[in-house]
């Protein structure tokens, strides 16, 4: 079972934005990693965590239900469970028609997800959890480090 909280934020938004993540597999030490962006907007740093944590994730294909992403961003969590279906088959426009924004990490993530059972479990965000409030902490290390 491996279990993957993540967080992406900006200072500003539009803004210098950070995101991380803690991947716990099974016994093992949590595995922590972070990254930063000059200018960026949060959207794209809720996304880039869970690319970035899912790329650390073996290339094999997982038993369902071996996967449980963490986040406290609804837009991640709803646009991979629900609006990616409509999106994909209307040629990634949104119910405006207009191009999905952020399609190229959409689609990164689409990629990444393909073939695998994930569940995706929206925490709410500063109440406590122990580690999304870890995640919410590297990425303000990761914003500060710009």
């Known amino acids: 079972m491996i279990e993957i909280y993540t967080d992406g934020g900006c200072s500003g938004n539009p803004g210098p934005g950070g995101w991380a993540y803690v991947l716990i597999n099974g016994d093992a030490e949590p595995l922590e990693n972070w990254g930063a962006e000059k200018s960026t907007t949060n959207n794209r740093m809720e996304l880039q965590a869970v690319i970035a944590a899912l790329e650390m994730v073996p290339g094999t294909v997982l038993a369902p239900g071996t996967i449980t992403i963490y986040t406290d961003s609804q837009y991640v969590q ?36 393909e073939g695998q059972s994930i569940t995706w479990a929206w925490v709410k965000g500063h109440a406590g959890n122990k580690y999304n409030e870890r995640c919410d902490f590297l990425t303000q290390i990761a914003i500060a480090s710009l």
């Open 78 to 113: 709803k646009g991979i469970t629900e609006w990616i279906k409509k999106w994909k088959s209307k040629d990634w426009k949104n119910s405006n028609k207009e191009p999905v924004k952020n399609q190229d990490l959409w689609q990164r993530l689409d990629a990444l997800c």
